[in-house]
């Protein structure tokens, strides 16, 4: 385990987080991953977050990432299902 130095803070966290597809419908098709691959990128750009692993299967998403304590977990989890929903929409 790698230890994270900010200003103020030593840190290390590793959050492995599913997202299921609403009644798990398989509806995660190539194009639509390759979409929430980008997405997630951006938001590891803009919110400071390291995204370890992302897997999508075709009724859920996997991700393995870490991020600062200023962030909770629910805000995390917030942040990507809003902001990937209201991309691909």
């Known amino acids: 385990m790698t230890l994270k130095r900010e200003h103020h803070c030593v840190h290390t966290s590793h959050y492995h987080l599913v997202f299921p597809v609403k009644y798990r419908r398989a509806l995660l ?4 991953v390759h979409a929430i691959r980008d997405i997630a990128n951006q938001l590891a750009e803009r ?5 370890e692993e992302l897997g ?4 859920h998403i996997h991700l393995l990432c870490s ?3 200023k962030y909770s977990g629910g805000q ?3 942040l990507f299902k809003s902001i990937t929903a209201r991309e691909l929409l």
């Open 76 to 78: 995390i989890v917030r």
């Open 67 to 69: 991020f600062h304590p």
């Open 56 to 59: 999508c299967d075709l009724n």
């Open 29 to 32: 098709s190539e194009p639509i």
């Open 47 to 51: 919110y400071e977050l390291e995204i």
